[in-house]
Nanobody
Framework: QVQLVESGGGLVQPGGSLRLSCVASGSIFSLSTMGWYRQAPGKQREQVADITSGGSTKYADSVKGRFTISRDNAKNTVYLQMNSLKAEDTAVYYC??????????WGQGTQVTVSS
């Protein structure tokens, strides 16, 4: 069983930055694709970004150029650097681990609120 623990959320003003972290337990982190998703009130959960075991990244159009996903396999940690935050980025952000598309795990989520 894998546990994912997110941190780094909070309240930030428009134009500000936050860095989310997600630490995974277990030994399959380095073999897995890691992703960040978000869910705003009244909306479906959407993928924000992901990074494969080989380091390839993918971003939603809405965050391209503003968010950066990265990983540190030695620390079993994936990061999401969020810059130039907008009110529409307000959501609960979830970490996801996908192991060879056979198993998937979710974190508990961390709230990001962008407001003046």
């Amino acid at each position: 069983q894998v546990q994912l623990v997110e941190s780094g959320g909070g309240l930030v003003q428009p134009g500000g930055s936050l860095r989310l972290s997600c630490v995974a337990s277990g030994s399959i982190f380095s073999l897995s694709t890691m992703g960040w998703y978000r869910q705003a009130p009244g909306k479906q959960r959407e993928q924000v970004a992901d990074i494969t075991s080989g380091g390839s990244t993918k971003y939603a159009d809405s965050v391209k150029g503003r968010f950066t996903i990265s990983r540190d396999n030695a620390k079993n940690t994936v990061y999401l650097q969020m810059n130039s935050l907008k009110a529409e980025d307000t959501a609960v952000y979830y970490c996801n681990l996908d192991f060879l598309t056979a198993k998937t795990f979710w974190g508990q989520g961390t709230q990001v609120t962008v407001s003046s």
